[in-house]
């Protein structure tokens, strides 16, 4: 299983798309993080952090049956990368974390229905996710 978080610095953004990708996407993981500790806008990298966790199955109360095979993270704005990076850091353990460069919304979408196949890979959730890229919503 591959465990997926939406970063923005909005909370109710990230809230907003995490809630389309799982209505569209199926049964993938989805943890939605954004704004700052406040509450205002902005990106925190230990929440990040333990959304992270979260979406890996290595939150407080997770079970080994739980653990992903790895997550992929979508992120809104240059900051939120910067924050994800160092977050990716900060975490011990062995699941790999990919920052994937995609639109926010449809490369959630794209990677919610790649991550609810039985099958899916790391990679395939990525490049999924990166496909949205190309998208064009008018001709």
Do not use: C, F
Not at 110 to 125: C, F, M, Q, R
């Amino acid at each position: 299983m591959i465990g997926l978080v939406v970063v923005s610095h909005s909370e109710q953004a990230a809230r907003g798309i995490a809630e389309v990708a799982t209505e569209m996407g199926g049964d993938a993981r989805i943890v939605p993080v954004g704004g700052d500790p406040d509450g205002g806008i902005g990106t925190s990298a230990p929440d990040i952090e333990a959304a992270i966790l979260e979406a890996a199955g290595r939150g407080p109360e997770a079970t080994d049956a739980d653990e992903a095979d790895g997550v992929v993270v979508l992120v809104d704005l240059g900051s939120a990368v910067m924050n994800a990076e160092l977050a990716i850091e900060m975490i011990d353990g062995d699941t790999p974390v990919v920052i994937a460069d995609a639109p926010i919304l449809e490369g959630a979408l794209n990677a919610a229905v790649s991550a609810s196949s039985s099958k899916a890979t790391l990679e395939d959730v990525v490049e999924r996710a990166e496909e949205a890229r190309d998208y064009r919503k008018l001709d």
